[in-house]
Nanobody
Framework: QVQLVEFGGGLVQPGGSLRLSCAASGGRFSMYDMGWYRQAPGNERELVAGITSSGDTSYADSVKGRFTISRDNAKNTMYLQMNNLAPEDTAVYYC?????????WGQGTQVTVSS
């Protein structure tokens, strides 16, 4: 089973940037479809961006053109570059790995966008 740990959250001003990282261990990282999710207080967890094992990417409409998902299979790491951040991007961000019926989650990292 794969274990996931997120890094890179924090406090940023509106219009700023952050890069989140998700480090994987204990599994064959390259075979997983990976994703970034987020959950704001009072809201359900939502998919922000996904990247398949073959490198195909997808984004929620709310982040298209601002966020970029990528992966480095040699480093067992996935990234989320977040630009032009807005207060509505404030949430706990989780990374996820999926393969057939299996899904693993990280513990989450807080992103707060505020002046």
């Amino acid at each position: 089973q794969v274990q996931l740990v997120e890094f890179g959250g924090g406090l940023v001003q509106p219009g700023g940037s952050l890069r989140l990282s998700c480090a994987a261990s204990g599994g064959r990282f390259s075979m997983y479809d990976m994703g970034w999710y987020r959950q704001a207080p009072g809201n359900e967890r939502e998919l922000v961006a996904g990247i398949t094992s073959s490198g195909d990417t997808s984004y929620a409409d709310s982040v298209k053109g601002r966020f970029t998902i990528s992966r480095d299979n040699a480093k067992n790491t996935m990234y989320l570059q977040m630009n032009n951040l807005a207060p509505e991007d404030t949430a706990v961000y989780y990374c996820s790995a999926a393969w057939i019926h299996y899904r693993a989650w990280g513990q989450g990292t807080q992103v707060t966008v505020s002046s």
